[in-house]
């Protein structure tokens, strides 16, 4: 099983960046799918999910600016991240979950800063 995170990057304050995640090695669609993330000296936290059903919830900090989708024909869910702040900055991570069974991506660098 593998998941690959691409899209990160340095993005300026107000900005925006698409974050993407390939599966493989699994039956992608029907495993819920969920972005994490991790600041430096902090406790990874969950950033949005979206259910095998496309049913999406996402943090109150990230509410009305980021947008979480998937595409099971391609295997992959995209996080579209808007309006972007400072307090953003953070390692973010894909995660696959069907009940006990899941699985987690190796990281991308978002650094939102002018």
């Known amino acids: 099983v593998q998941l690959v995170e691409s899209g990160g990057g340095l993005v300026q304050p107000g900005g925006s960046v698409r974050l993407s995640c390939a599966a493989s090695?699994?039956?992608?669609?029907?495993?819920?799918a969920r972005w994490y993330r991790q600041a430096p000296g902090k406790q990874r936290e969950f950033v949005a999910g979206?259910?095998?059903?496309?049913?999406?919830n996402y943090a109150d900090s990230v509410k009305g600016r980021f947008t979480i989708s998937r595409d099971n024909a391609k295997d992959t869910v995209t996080l579209h991240m808007n309006s972007l702040k400072p307090e953003d900055t953070a390692v973010y991570y894909c995660?696959?979950?069907?009940?006990?069974?899941?699985?987690w991506g190796q990281g991308t660098q978002v650094t939102v800063s002018s």
């Open positions: 995660n696959v979950q069907l009940r006990a069974d899941g699985y």
């Open positions: 090695g699994i039956i992608f669609n029907i495993y819920s």
């Open positions: 979206i259910s095998k059903d496309r049913v999406t």
